[in-house]
């Protein structure tokens, strides 16, 4: 489909759920300016994830868009048994947990992890209900954890369990996690997310079971564990992406910990090159309300100045009441902040040793022109996405127009700050011919003007992953000078 490009420099990912697991709904929050859809395996089955995505890749198709599906591993989550009712826990009383499959004794909470009793020790905080209860433990004996409640309240089954500052002995990819793995590959998913990250070894892990079934999906770090925030220089170097999963990780810090984190995550991430998405509670009252409040209207905003990528919904989509007009807010307050003068442009980046420093180099050059000279946009050509993804951590004041002869890769770029990818079978040898379809595509599905500048890198002879080494200033519908 040649519809103009829509430039959308935020990115909105948006997890789906009972609201929105139907062809309707999700189509309204593509048109509402949902650019990723967030598939939660801790919910929902395999089969309805697949008839999710389906559906996806066929709105993708009938809208010309390159919409990613990112799939949301569980990973080693700690959950309260299947208590046949909710118990009352109250202020100073003492409790027993133990993993155990006994859901009837009054006198013992039952949890679903058997390293319960080895990765805690008196004194430690336990957590659980997203912190609602907070225990400190007394003493461990018998694989039971003695308890005394510091705060309560009703308890239901299967709520979330938090250790924090506890090593929690369980693998960071569950056996669950290796079958959606699996899944993910089958389906073509664009991106993997690992829940409860720790160390760099846990990306390495799961990327080994990406490969073992074929596959070479990126991966997502979600940083909500004190630990991975202390090892981010090293998760960094081996992940793909960064996800701010500030739901755990509030809980496992300090409220006010959270906001300076948040900003350190990100810049980090930037730093590194890698894509990076803030999540949790930023429009939470719209789960009920039709709008949100002020401070989550600021907190969107923040994170987009803060230098995020993406920003993302989770309850306010999946089971909301309003997860259109939670899509279209999220899109209003982005767009209002992306202009601002506080927003962040032109980033002067050092170059990264670490990485090719041609593409860097000529990543750097192509956004200073386009500064310089007014150039309406910067078009690259790419294989795997990676001078695209160097230009969009600049910041460029003007669109990067990513043109890819891998689909995937259209999708995956579709994720970063002010991208729009496109697939062309094109041959990029840089003649009179490609100038002249590079024009036509401009002319067709932008508003620029012949006459107006765009600058283009690639590679030559072909494209070559990594080998980006040519840069050219082009007036729209000028011919090629000999």
Sequence with gaps: MDSKIKREKTKIVATLGPSTSNYEMISQLVDAGASMFRLNTSHGTEEGHAANIEIIRKISQETGKYIPILIDLQGPKIRVGNIPNPIEIKEGQEIILEATDEVNNPDILPVDYEGIADDVKSGDKILLDDGNIGLVVTGVSNHQVHAKVLYGKL???RKGINLPGATASLSAVTERDVEYIRFAVEYDADYVALSFVREAK???????????????IPVIAKIEKPQAVENLEEILKVTDGIMVARGDLGIEMSPEEVPIVQKYIVDQTIRERKVCIVATQMLESMIENPIPTRAEASDVANAILDGTDAIMLSGETAMGKHPVEAVKMMRK????????????????????????????????????????????????????????????????TVPVIAISDMESTCRRLSLYWDIVADYKQWDTVLDADLLEKIDEYILTRTDYKKGERIIIIGSIPKLITGRTNFIRVHRIGAPMER
């Design 333 to 396: 307050i982005a767009t209002n902040v992306e202009d601002c003068n506080f927003c962040l442009s032109n980033l002067d980046l050092e170059m990264n040793d670490k990485y090719d420093l041609s593409p860097q180099a000529i990543s750097n050059a192509a956004v200073k022109m386009a500064q310089d000279l007014n150039a309406k946009a910067i078009l690259a050509f790419t294989h795997t996405g990676y001078t695209p993804k160097l230009l969009s951590k600049l910041r460029p």
């Design 155 to 157: 308890i239901k089954p």
């Design 202 to 216: 846990d990306i390495e892990l799961a990327k080994k079971y990406i490969k073992d079934y074929g596959g070479n």
